[in-house]
């Protein structure tokens, strides 16, 4: 069965910092791409941060310079390292990838950042 497990997300000041995990089973995770996505109350998921499977990543605007997407194939997990944090970034967090049977995304993680 193939799955994503997101950790590490929590309570933090504004200007604190992060570091979210999302730990894949039943597929070898570095041979795709993935994303992390987040989704603030009211308003529509996002994404975040991208990575293919050569390394190449992408950044949403609002959280360059500030995020840092990357994987441990060791580990089968990819990471989102979050500084600089904003209470804007509060939101709940999801990472994802494209499995040949659909979209495949893990549960979700709370991220809340306090002003």
């Known amino acids: 069965q193939v799955q994503l497990v997101e950790s590490g997300g929590g309570l933090v000041r504004s200007g604190g910092s992060l570091r979210l995990s999302c730990a894949a089973s039943?597929?070898?995770?570095?041979?795709?791409?993935v994303g992390w996505y987040r989704q603030a109350p009211g308003k529509q998921r996002e994404i975040v941060a991208s990575l293919n499977s050569g390394g190449s990543t992408n950044y949403a605007d609002s959280v360059k310079g500030r995020f840092t997407i990357s994987r441990d194939n060791a580990k089968n997990s990819v990471y989102l390292e979050m500084n600089s944090l904003k209470p804007e970034d509060t939101a709940v967090y999801y990472c994802?990838?494209?499995?040949?049977?659909?979209?495949?995304w893990g549960q979700g993680i709370q991220v809340t950042v306090s002003s």
């Open positions: 039943g597929i070898i995770f570095s041979r795709y791409a």
């Open positions: 994802n990838f494209e499995y040949y049977t659909g979209t495949i």
